[in-house]
């Protein structure tokens, strides 16, 4: 019988090995650090723009905007104007209203978001956009009341014409069910 057959005898680690692993290791951890800086988004030389709702202390009562782009039914891309020379670009989400989403669960659910989309368009195309009480919501956008030249309060237009509904905050029930 061959005495030790079978059983592995691992060969005597040298300093040169030692160093190897420890450079594998080292530039392991750096390349998951960077990995999480960049998913993070603090690449070097990108500045991070602070929320909208941060440049928008001692803004005035009511807020002029630029609507750039409606995103769904509640939600709209514009131009703040916080001030002399101060504008600030942003999300800004309707407060106290919820509509479908465009995503839906349901084919009635999606046709309701597409009816919701263009009648926040309809409105804010009356022009003199503005907002008041601005706040932050819990995705960064802008929560605030908004009004326009003919509407003293959009949310509660999208309610009266049946393509949203109230919202306080908290769960929000579905637009899919039986009714």
């Not at 030790?4 to 998951?32: C, F, K, N, T």
């Not at 800086?37 to 807020?63: E, F, M």
């Not at 839906?104 to 926040?120: D, N």
């Amino acid at each position: 019988m061959i005495r030790g057959y079978g059983r592995y005898s691992p060969r005597p680690r040298s300093r040169a090995d030692s160093l190897v692993v420890s450079v594998l290791v080292a530039l392991a951890v750096i390349g998951l650090a960077a990995l999480k800086s960049w998913w993070d988004g603090d690449t070097p030389g990108r500045d991070r723009a602070p929320p909208p709702h941060a440049d928008l202390r001692g803004a005035p009562p009511r807020i002029p905007v630029d609507v750039t782009y409606v995103v769904d039914g509640d939600t709209f891309d514009g131009r703040l104007h916080a001030g002399p020379d101060r504008v600030v670009a942003g999300r800004i989400r309707l407060r106290g209203v919820d509509t479908p989403e465009l995503h839906g669960q349901c084919e009635a659910e999606i046709a309701k978001a597409q009816e919701a989309k263009a009648a926040l368009r309809r409105l804010l195309a009356e022009g003199e956009v503005v907002l008041s009480a601005p706040g932050e919501d819990k995705y960064g956008r802008v929560l605030a009341d908004v009004a326009t030249r003919k509407t003293a309060n959009v949310a509660a237009a999208l309610i009266a014409a049946g393509v949203a509904r109230p919202y306080g905050g908290g769960h929000r029930a579905g637009w899919c069910g039986r009714g």
